[in-house]
């Protein structure tokens, strides 16, 4: 037979504590694993795993029971809740006799337990402690996620735990393993208790007519097992662990108040090495987060430069854990400086040139006053003057801060020195001297190899200072008076061969080198080591007289000093000479008059004296004897030909040249005779004396066949058609040359003939380059008689007709 | 009944100048005197002559057709040429024919004519007419300003009195005595120089004495110049000649007459050559002549023989 039932628990109440209960069951196990795994310093769990987890969980729990709150205030079936907590609240005087005889009872079975309603003073009690225990949990959890470092939370969210793991451990052995109660451990999963149970334990709520009846809470028996179970997990696990280590863990967490539970992880070693540092307050607050003043307490450059807001702290307001975060183990880097990406002109102190090439040590890594230990130090170094870093090679500089008056910071070397010698020192560079490597002047100030010290100052300014004289004292003026800064030798010596010497250089005398004169004493001698003093002016001292006596004048008389030949001779061929050179004359070889006496002889070896003036001395007649008049009518000394020409055809000869016969070359008139000689005159002057075969044309006479002669022949003279005055006639002048005599019609009718001529000697031309006869020679004769035809023309009309047809 | 006849017999094909026109040959059917006069000219041989061929180098020059073969329209337009029987030259289609006319000078001599006609006597009897063609002559003949001024067809064309046709053919004798023609006066078609004009001398030769010298002045009284023409090498030759005491001749001079170059005696003006009187000279003879064309022949035009005064 089924057992009665009644509901003790609504479906609202018991989802309610399904929840909740897996929730709290992980967070409980969780944080306890935590708080374990810290005292025993383990890691079995990955403790940010398991953080996550608790935390996560700490979240949904708080956020069910929030939304469980808000929804209760709308929904009607979530006010049991509200009832269920309310009841706890409701406490009468034998409430707390119950909580007292309930324990008693257990052993003294006599005690009588006072009856209670449907909830028992023991469990309004829990309840009660859960809520609390809730509220504390949650707002310190919160806290915990929101304000870093507030210890005191911390703390509290620690020690709640203590009260939380009595009461669960209460609750669920109740609940779970003493015999009397744990038939109620239905109602949490259906609502429903066994009536007998629920009259037994909560008379006052089932069986209000007989309130007394009560059965016994507590098992003495379940206790007593439990204990033994408890105390044997609790040996096995000490047994497990070691009992040294439980006791060294236990010892050590207790002599630091518990720190270790509470810490998150080790500090880095400067911190962990500090007294100061020894307690958690030294940096933490307990309620606030971890303060920055905390740190800049220890840390006061950092909390000077921040002051002054200077350097890359100065220029920062976040918290010093924005950077540096602790807790990250002993040898953990909390700098988080990234060398690489840092920005130096953050800082006080810009890098530029060679100083951004640069490992950070290199500045960075300094010895420690004190324990001369090298320490990376990276606020409060000095940096104001250049040795604060670098060595001073410059033994007799004394003034150490100025290195920047002649260093970049681009580099040491001689190109990137700001140093100008001619404005910074007091010895200008000129010449010379400019180029010439440092080293040259200023040497190092010992021989030994590796030396850096190099001698700047005090090394005199005369030349003998650095230089020997070459000219083992020849000369007794100083070096500046022939020498320049530009160099040795020429061109850069002084003009010492000036005008104001005793023997001006002049013309090729300037241009000639210096060993032709000043002989040099040996083959590989230097000219320096020559003579220069003492030495001859007369020409004949150092030139050959190559003329062999001809002349008797001295040698300036004909030549200067510029040159020996041509342009530079003084003009012995002037007009005051005895044979002025005119003309062509002036620009002719000079060996074309003064021959030479041999192939390779030199001109000033030919004869100069004794020549005669006359034309034919040197020319030939190309006449022969046609002109008897002297040369000079006609020629000049300009040249022979063309418009050098004294003569002019219209002027000097009887016939004049019109403006046809004036175009054409001379050649056409004047040919050679069988000698080769060009006819010059006799010549005969009419058309037709010269154009013989146009006359025979006109009387109808050719080479290639005769005809009637023209109508015009003997009649018209040349000029009648040919106007003389132009240099080309054009058909259209021809034509009009026909009307000024015949009618108007003539005009046209010179075109018909002209169009009607061309056609037929076309024609004629095609007939010839078409012949089928290979005859070359028959061909030449065609082509040679169409030319004919064309030069007869107009000449004799009918005639050209005549051998046109013939052709055809 | 000559309309019955000559209704049914139309000589059409003399008239349409859009088919054919009338060759001189069928002209000559009935118009025998005529047509010989026309064949002996000049105007008969305008394009066959060797000289025209060889002028226009074989016919190669249209400019000249114009006048050479002209079409026959009488009209005050420009000439045209021919493009069918050139051979005939300036035929008698090219004057007489207009309009599907024949067109003369003269009234109808006869009762009945085969054709259609018609009469234009100003223009026929004018230079102007022959002034189409001769336009340098006719330009001659228009400045001079003469009582005497005769025109062209009145030297070039003389006059005659005869029947217009006679017949050959039976059709054309039929015609011809039907028509019942009479005697008529008309120009006779020669074209040519006439050495005897009925009321005038061409040319007057006279000698003027100067002491030593003689001046033999040549008169010309034609209306254009001596020589005359437009195209072609027209020489005139004047042949100065003594007539000695034994009737022997001896040249003194020989003139050349060429109007291109400036040589010719103008219309109605004179001439004059002066040489010395010769010896045992009893008279100077005077001749004129023209070299005919395309040969080295003479044609006489004038000769005079005047006594050295």
Redesign the interface.
């Given at each position: 037979m089924k057992a009665a039932l009644v509901r003790r628990f609504t479906k609202i109440e018991v989802v309610y504590h399904a929840i909740q209960l897996i929730l709290y069951l992980i967070l409980f196990v969780s944080g306890g694993l935590l708080l374990l795994q810290r005292i025993f310093e383990t890691e079995k769990i990955d403790f940010t795993t398991l953080s996550n987890i608790h935390r996560l969980t700490g979240i949904v729990l708080i956020a069910f029971i929030l939304q469980t709150i808000l929804i209760s205030i709308f929904a009607t079936s979530f006010r049991p809740l509200w009832k269920t907590l309310l009841e706890a609240f409701k406490w009468k005087p034998e409430d707390f006799v119950w909580l007292v005889n309930v324990g008693l009872h257990t052993f003294v079975p006599k005690v009588t337990i006072p009856p209670s309603g449907r909830f028992n003073p023991g469990q309004k009690l829990h309840l009660l402690v859960i809520l609390f225990v809730l509220l504390i949990f949650s707002s310190t959890g919160i806290v915990i996620i929101l304000i870093p470092g507030a210890i005191g939370v911390w703390i509290a969210h620690v020690v709640c735990f203590v009260p939380a793991l009595m009461f669960l451990g209460l609750h669920l052995f109740l609940s779970l393993v003493n015999p009397p109660t744990s038939k109620a451990l239905k109602g949490m999963i259906t609502g429903y208790v066994p009536l007998d149970y629920a009259r037994e334990h909560h008379s006052l709520w089932q069986n209000g007519e007989n309130p007394n009846i009560h059965a016994n809470h507590v098992s003495l028996s379940a206790i007593i097992l439990t204990t033994f179970g408890v105390v044997a997990v609790l040996i096995s696990c000490v047994w497990y662990i070691g009992f040294g280590q439980v006791k060294s863990q236990i010892g050590k967490v207790a002599g630091n108040y518990g720190r270790e539970v509470i810490l998150p992880g080790m500090l880095v070693s400067g911190h962990a090495e500090e007294p100061k540092a020894k307690h958690c307050t030294a940096c933490h607050n307990f309620f606030n987060s971890q303060p920055s003043d905390k740190c800049l307490k220890c840390h006061e450059e950092i909390q000077t430069v921040m002051d002054n807001q200077h350097g890359y702290h100065g220029t920062l307001n976040g918290k010093c854990r924005t950077c540096h975060s602790e807790h990250k183990g002993l040898t953990a880097n909390i700098f988080s400086l990234d060398s690489k990406a840092f920005n130096h002109e953050n800082t006080r102190y810009s890098l530029l040139g060679k100083h951004r090439d640069l490992d950070c040590a290199k500045c960075h890594s300094v010895p420690d006053k004190k324990t001369k230990r090298v320490k990376t130090k990276y606020i409060g170094l000095e940096f104001e003057t250049c040795i604060q870093c670098h060595d001073n090679p410059h033994p007799n500089i004394k003034d150490k801060n100025d290195c920047l008056s002649c260093h970049t910071m681009r580099g040491w070397s001689k190109d990137k020195l700001v140093f100008d010698h001619n404005q910074d020192s007091q010895y200008k560079l000129e010449g010379q001297h400019i180029e010439v490597s440092c080293r040259k002047c200023h040497p190092y100030s010992s021989k030994e190899k590796g030396a850096t010290m190099v001698k700047l100052i005090n090394i005199g300014s005369e030349c003998v200072d650095c230089h020997d004289d070459i000219h083992k004292g020849q000369f007794k003026k100083t070096c500046k008076s022939c020498h320049l800064e530009d160099g040795w030798k020429a061109p850069w010596l002084a003009e010492f061969h000036g005008a104001d010497s005793t023997y001006p250089l002049k013309g090729a005398h300037g241009k000639v080198k210096c060993s032709d004169c000043h002989k040099l004493p040996g083959k590989d001698a230097k000219l320096a080591n020559a003579k220069f003093l003492g030495l001859s002016h007369e020409c004949s001292s150092c030139h050959e007289d190559p003329h062999e006596g001809q002349f008797k004048k001295n040698c300036q008389s004909c030549h200067v000093e510029d040159s020996w030949k041509g342009p530079w001779l003084v003009e012995f061929h002037g007009a005051d000479s005895s044979y002025p050179l005119k003309g062509a004359h002036d620009k002719v070889k000079c060996v074309d008059c003064h021959k030479l006496s041999g192939k390779d002889a030199k001109l000033a070896n030919a004869k100069f004296s004794g020549l005669s003036h006359k034309c034919s001395s040197c020319h030939d007649d190309p006449h022969k004897g046609q002109i008897t008049h002297s040369c000079r009518i006609c020629h000049q000394a300009q040249g022979w030909k063309d418009k050098d020409l004294l003569f002019v055809h219209n002027q000097h000869s009887s016939y004049k040249l019109d403006n046809l016969h004036i175009i054409i070359s001379c050649s056409l008139c004047h040919l050679p005779d069988e000698a080769k000689v060009v006819q010059y005159r006799p010549l005969p002057q009419k058309c037709d004396q010269c154009h013989t075969d146009i006359i025979d044309f006109m009387n109808g006479k050719s080479s290639i066949g005769n005809a009637a002669p023209d109508?015009h022949a003997g009649?018209?003279a040349c000029i009648d058609c040919h106007t003389v005055d132009l240099a080309k006639q054009h058909p259209y002048q021809y034509a009009r040359k026909c009307v000024s005599?015949?009618?108007l019609?003539y005009y046209?009718?010179y075109f018909?003939?002209e169009k009607?001529?061309g056609?037929?000697i076309e024609i004629a031309l095609k007939i010839t380059t078409t012949l089928n006869n290979n005859d070359d020679n028959e061909k030449e004769n065609l082509a040679n008689k169409i030319k004919i035809i064309r030069k007869i023309g107009f000449h004799n009309i009918?005639m050209s007709?005549k051998l046109i047809d013939e052709i055809r | 009944m000559s309309g019955l006849i000559f209704g049914c017999m139309k000589f059409d094909r003399l008239t349409n100048i859009n088919m054919v026109f009338p060759r001189a040959e069928f002209c000559k059917e009935c118009h025998i005197d005529i047509y010989n006069e026309w064949a002996e000219s000049l105007h008969a041989k305008a394009y066959t002559s060797s000289t025209y061929r060889q002028a226009t180098n074989d016919y190669q020059f249209p400019s000249c057709l114009a006048c050479h073969v002209p079409e026959p329209r009488i009209s005050d337009g420009p000439l045209k040429s021919r493009e069918i029987f050139r051979e005939e030259g300036v035929t008698c289609s090219s004057c007489h024919l207009e309009e599907s006319k024949m067109v003369g000078p003269i009234e109808p001599t006869s009762k009945l004519a085969p054709h259609p006609m018609s009469v234009q006597e100003d223009r026929y009897r004018n230079s102007k007419f022959c002034g189409r063609c001769h336009e340098g002559t006719f330009k001659e003949w228009k400045q001079v300003i003469s009582k005497e001024k005769h025109t062209c067809q009145e030297c070039h064309m003389p006059l005659v009195k005869r029947k217009l046709t006679q017949a050959t053919h039976l059709l054309s004798k039929i015609i011809v005595t039907v028509s019942m023609e009479k005697e008529a006066l008309q120009k006779k078609h020669t074209f040519g120089v006439h050495k005897k004009l009925p009321d005038m001398e061409a040319f007057a030769m006279n000698l003027k004495k100067d002491g030593e010298q003689i001046e033999l002045i040549l008169k010309n009284h034609l209306p254009h110049s001596l020589p005359t023409g437009d195209f072609g090498f027209r020489i005139v030759i004047v042949d100065i000649l003594s007539v000695q005491e034994n009737d022997i001749i001896i040249p003194i001079k020989s003139v050349e007459l060429i109007k291109e170059i400036n040589t010719a005696i103008p219309a109605k003006a004179t001439a004059s050559w002066k040489f010395p009187v010769p010896d045992n000279a009893k008279a100077i003879r005077c001749i004129v002549s023209r070299l005919s064309k395309g040969s080295e022949k003479r044609e006489n035009l004038y000769q005079k023989e005047v006594s050295i005064p």
């Open positions: 109508p009649r018209v005599c015949h009618n019609r046209d009718l018909d003939w009607s001529m056609r037929g009918q007709r | -």
